[in-house]
């Protein structure tokens, strides 16, 4: 149980939320604003909870005043099955919230007033954090599903278009219905912002992948994926074929005929080591 009770000294709480309870305790909605900040709270320690059950490395759960994240430094390499659990037990955490209260207002413990306040706070938190966009629980979700089929940087790629397009219509659908809504138009923003900083990093956020498939742990890859490629495709774009939750072995067609299987790890050493990004990966038959 300690180590769980670690979790809490990873929270961080935004300078700028201090400043909205402080205006909240002015404007008589500190009520308000305590209910968010409880709902928000149980439903990043969700997330890490279940990450810390899976020995996920935490670096931090922050506490932001449109909402919250738990910060992971896992690269893409862990089991799909174990991200799913962690995507889904923030989500999940409404469910005992909106039970609990409801026990409460049967028992006259708390009014029906704050109840329904309390429901729709945990409605509006959980149904927005399913939308499919990046970084949202749902965008995650969507990631996860690309994740399935396609290879890492595709994955990432389709997810991140995808996620445009769903911030598109959810800003012409705020156009339409609640033009004047600053607090959305301020999540709006900051979903954006998100999005246009992981467009920009997203090679970066793909040789983060490649660097911990190399020199992390192995012992998460127990499928093989053969990938059979020409002998005149590059390192590089070979790299790009890679998937997450397998082991791939290189098969090289040379004039037509498969050779003997290189060993992915070859290739990563020839990458990040030998330097040799644009090398033909046939050469590399006479190296290993």
Not at 70 to 79: F, L, Q, V
Not at 226 to 250: A, C, T, W
Request: glycine share 6%; aromatic share 16%; hydrophobic share 50%.
């Amino acid at each position: 149980m300690s180590k769980y009770f670690q979790l809490l000294f990873k929270i961080e709480i935004h300078p700028l939320l201090w400043l909205i309870i402080g205006i909240g305790v002015i404007t008589a909605n500190f009520r308000e604003l305590l209910m968010l900040f409880f709902i928000i709270l149980v439903h990043e320690m969700g997330h890490a909870i279940c990450a810390h059950f899976f020995s996920w490395r935490i670096k931090k759960i922050a506490l932001l005043p449109f909402g919250g994240v738990a910060e992971m430094d896992e690269h893409g390499n862990r089991p799909l099955h174990e991200e799913l659990f962690v995507i889904l037990a923030g989500p999940l955490q409404h469910v005992w919230l909106v039970g609990i209260s409801y026990l409460l207002s049967l028992l006259s413990i708390i009014s029906t007033d704050t109840f329904n306040l309390f429901l729709y706070q945990n409605l509006v938190i959980c149904g927005f954090n399913l939308l499919p966009i990046w970084p949202l629980d749902g965008g995650k979700l969507l990631y996860l599903f690309f994740s399935i089929r396609h290879s890492f940087f595709d994955a990432h790629k389709r997810m991140l278009i995808a996620s445009i397009f769903g911030v598109s219509l959810l800003i012409t659908w705020l156009l339409f219905y609640n033009p004047i809504n600053v607090n959305l138009w301020v999540i709006i923003l900051f979903l954006l912002f998100s999005l246009y900083m992981e467009w920009r990093k997203r090679h970066f956020v793909f040789m983060r992948f490649l660097l911990e498939r190399y020199y992390g742990r192995q012992t998460e890859l127990t499928k093989l994926k053969p990938l059979v490629v020409d002998e005149n495709d590059k390192v590089y774009h070979v790299l790009s074929m890679f998937q997450r939750g397998y082991k791939h072995p290189i098969v090289i067609k040379k004039n037509g005929t498969k050779q003997m299987p290189l060993d992915e790890n070859e290739l990563l050493h020839a990458y990040f080591t030998e330097k040799n990004f644009f090398q033909p990966v046939g050469e590399l038959l006479y190296l290993y």
